[in-house]
């Protein structure tokens, strides 16, 4: 077939052997429906090192290597996938990594990558060419965003600095989810942004105020508005915990103990003027 021919004129025109060719490429990878996904992907070829203008870097469908998601020449792109993708890495250095945006349920793949050395007169590609269609990257299509996780630091105590961590994973560093909270302002928050695994982001939104005894039991809410307008949210329940004023647990103490030793007195001195009425009456009843 053509798509043979393609694949055998690629391993005959190169001088070296498909060994010293090597791609590393996320495999599977889930994306929002509207987002935007990164494909991590580094290479390596053989021979010496060329700068980034003598390289060229194309994705392409698997099976329809005439099928290209991201070409230097945007005609060469499919229709559907114009204006949507992004070389981010740079060839240069062995970066081969591709930006996808506005997500569509169509946009599966498998996307592979391949690698052309130009001329450096007229950046036409020579015989040095490699599709490392052993490691292409396929997407997993998610219609609803995940859930923000909340995290409490410890137990909220009233008048003390208080922390609430909100936090998202996704796909789109360029266009990090935006959060929302339902009490607080903005010079109440941090945010972090950090990598978890290839691919994989995590945004932190970290909410820090000082609770009082109003805030106990009331909820917290976070939101994340992600890349593309999908929304999702997560609340919790806040418990306060009262402040150990000393005041207020030595009062009612004095109280009762003032009143007890009143008490007290007010029956001894009853009982010692019965006593003396008792003594009289007896003195007299001898006479």
Known sequence: TAVMMFYIEYCICSPTTEEQWKASVVKSIEALVDSCVVLPCTFTYPGSFLSTSRLRGIWHRKDKWNEIFYHEDTTSVL??????????GNLGQNN??????????????????RIEFVKKDTNQPTTEKFSFVEECAEIKM??????PELIQSNTAVQGKPYAVTCSVRHTCP????????SRGSEDDIIQIQKPIVSGIWETQSI?????????????ITCSATFNGGRRSSTSIKLNVKRTGNIYHLIIPVAVAIG????????????????????AELQSREGR
């Open 79 to 88: 229709d559907n996938f114009k204006g949507r993708t992004k070389m981010l």
């Open 96 to 113: 081969c990594t591709l930006e996808i945006v506005q997500v569509k349920n169509h946009d599966i793949g498998p996307f592979c990558f």
């Open 142 to 147: 998610l219609e609803e965003p995940p859930q």
């Open 174 to 181: 360029s266009h990090v989810p935006v959060f929302t909270w």
């Open 207 to 219: 909410m820090v105020f000082i609770p009082g005894e109003n805030d106990d039991h009331t909820e």
């Open 259 to 278: 009143t007890a030793v009143i008490f007290g007195v007010f029956c001894i001195a009853v009982m010692k003027k019965y006593k003396n009425r008792i």
